[in-house]
């Protein structure tokens, strides 16, 4: 994994458009949240959404793939966002509301705190 700081400041400009969030150095790449919510990740300069039933489709439908962490077979439930969506703050509301949905359905069923969502 790896990233460089121009993506990484790039991504986080974009998002911050978007919703406030903080990240997180880890493993060689960035982890995104908003608030408690790990919702996203950076790695090779690529930006990875959280992924579920919920919303894998969208990126099925775009193209687009799953993460696999160092080599691995086994993917990571963070698929690759499509080209041009950091562009768009509108749809990239969109595919960012579905992944905080999907990360807070994910840590409710764990028993974690109660479903958190972006504000508008």
Not at 23 to 40: K, P
């Amino acid at each position: 994994m790896g990233f460089s700081p121009d993506f990484r400041a790039m991504v986080e400009e974009k998002l911050s458009a978007v919703l406030p969030i903080r990240t997180h150095a880890m493993f060689g790449g960035v982890g995104i949240y908003a608030e408690d919510l790990f919702f996203a990740l950076i790695a090779e300069d690529k930006l990875y959404l959280k992924v579920s039933d919920l919303n894998r489709a969208d990126f099925e439908a775009a193209g687009m793939g799953p993460f696999y962490p160092y080599d691995s077979p086994t993917p990571m439930h963070y698929w690759e966002l499509p080209p041009g969506i950091l562009d768009q703050p509108d749809e990239l509301a969109v595919w960012v509301d579905k992944a905080l949905a999907v990360a807070a359905s994910q840590r409710t069923k764990r028993g974690g705190a109660g479903k958190k969502t972006r504000e508008r």
